[in-house]
T-cell receptor, first 111, second 116 residues
């Protein structure tokens, strides 16, 4: 089977940097994705890591360590609009074309 | 930018009734999915669909559920006899590429199903 763990909640202030961690246990791992979901909205894609290292997209970066079964999403220069839930999702050989989502981390950005 | 559209946005039904949730995936996408999310919980995989047949399905996707692509644009999820625990937000998603895992899921805005 597979399991993913994320912190349930994170709080930070505007302008700060926050890191949301994701650990996974899975076989046949291919890659780790991150999705953002605002209250009442649909999940939207943020980033994907198939290889070890850091991927940067504007204020957001994502990191993967395959040997540690660990990744994180780094959000810089936090803005109020970043308040949302963030989900990591794994894909793997045993899942075919399926994406398995983690429990989600609710980020609250305070003024 | 093309998007996945879902109708209706909200469906209220009585226990035991059949419901059909509708989705129009992005036109050049090849893979289609249904996920559900119970309020405040994680996004759960139900089923994936490729080349006019089910590719994978989860334990949640039992005999009460079925999917269909009746024409070249629509993708539907049918729940034959709804139960109270089927109350959730149902998301349709599509994906362009089959082999590229960095090809992301594009989600619709969801249908909130309430079973009374």
């Amino acid at each position: 089977g597979q399991s993913l763990e994320q912190p349930s909640e994170v709080t930070a202030v505007e302008g700060a940097i926050v890191q949301i961690n994701c650990t996974y246990q899975t076989s046949g791992f291919y890659g780790l994705s991150w999705y953002q979901q605002h209250d009442g909205g649909a999940p939207t894609f943020l980033s994907y890591n198939g290889l070890d290292g850091l991927e940067e997209t504007g204020r957001f970066s994502s990191f993967l360590s395959r040997s540690d079964s660990y990744g994180y999403l780094l959000l810089q220069e936090l803005q109020m609009k970043d308040s949302a839930s963030y989900f990591c999702a794994v894909t793997g050989r045993n899942y075919g074309q399926n994406f398995v989502f983690g429990p989600g981390t609710r980020l609250s950005v305070l003024p | 930018e093309p998007e996945v559209t879902q109708t209706p946005s909200h469906q209220v039904t009585q226990m035991g009734q059949e419901v059909i949730l509708r989705c129009v995936p992005i036109s050049n996408h090849l893979y289609f999915y249904w996920y559900r999310q119970i309020l405040g919980q994680k996004v759960e995989f139900l089923v994936s669909f490729y080349n006019n047949e089910i590719s994978e399905k989860s334990e949640i996707f039992d005999d009460q559920f079925s999917v269909e692509r009746p024409d070249g644009s629509n993708f539907t999820l049918k729940i034959r006899s709804t139960k109270l625990e089927d109350s959730a937000m149902y998301f349709c998603a599509s994906r362009r590429d089959r082999e590229s895992y960095n090809s992301p899921l594009h989600f619709g805005n969801g249908t909130r199903l309430t079973v009374t």
